[in-house]
């Protein structure tokens, strides 16, 4: 297994951060700004966990967020915006921080790093996700983008740890990485350990069965990794 990452979250990602972050050092650093929009991504995961998500309406995000549904329909068009939101959000606080690749260190050991730090991002909205878990089957439109809007981050994270992303071998890489972090995302949903122990056991389990499609041990790319489009 690859470096443990130590104590988790108990705060909210806003956009770009700056800071360093040292895996294995504790959670990623607290940003510095909390937008309208990200105010709306907050207020929509905490109602989530209270309302669900099939009966949340766009006016129950507004009045918690405490916003006009203006400002709302300015910001975001629909429910599914705001998640895949949430989604390019963490991508943004995972790659501000380059990957610091070890002279011995294999592609998984990368791979599980970042995906560790999605985790660590998404801990405070870990209720409203079991939610998610559970409804978004039943509305297959909203589950089908979100699901191809996880690939993209996906695909981002192996880019980061240096990983190709395309052609069809790269294709596969995705897939099966994608597969790997929602069977573990089922585990951390009810992983309650401090240091997420389970969790790392999965991942790392589930990593180490496809780690022949991530090739071989190419440099992630240079510390100045620009955020997904």
């Known amino acids: 297994m690859s470096r443990p990452l130590g104590g988790h979250a108990n705060w909210r990602i806003s956009s770009w951060m700056t800071t360093e972050y040292e895996p294995g050092s504790g959670p990623l650093p607290k940003p510095s700004t909390h937008s309208l929009r990200d105010r709306i991504i907050d207020a929509t995961m905490e109602s989530i966990a209270f309302h669900g998500w099939q009966r949340l309406s766009l006016h129950t995000i507004a009045t918690a967020a405490g916003v006009s549904m203006l400002d709302l329909y300015r910001e975001f068009g629909s429910k599914q915006a705001i998640l895949s939101a949430l989604l390019r959000r963490t991508d943004e606080a995972v790659l501000a921080t380059p990957v610091d690749a070890q002279s011995d260190e294999r592609p998984r050991d990368r791979v599980f790093d970042l995906l560790m730090r999605r985790f660590d991002a998404l801990t ?39 990983i190709a992303a395309t052609g069809v071998s790269g294709i596969i890489a995705v897939k099966l990485t994608a597969a790997a972090y929602l069977a573990t995302a089922r585990v951390w949903l009810r992983d ?14 589930r990593l180490r069965g496809i780690e022949r499609w991530y090739g071989g041990s190419r440099s992630p790319p240079p510390r100045d990794v620009a955020a997904p489009a």
């Open 124 to 162: 405070p909205y870990r209720d409203a996700f079991a939610v998610l878990a559970r409804e978004l089957p039943r509305d297959p439109l909203v589950a089908l983008g979100t699901g191809a809007r996880l690939l993209h981050s996906i695909a981002w994270m192996l880019e980061a740890g240096g």
């Open 192 to 205: 309650e350990s401090p240091d997420l122990a389970s969790t790392m056991a999965i991942l790392d389990r």
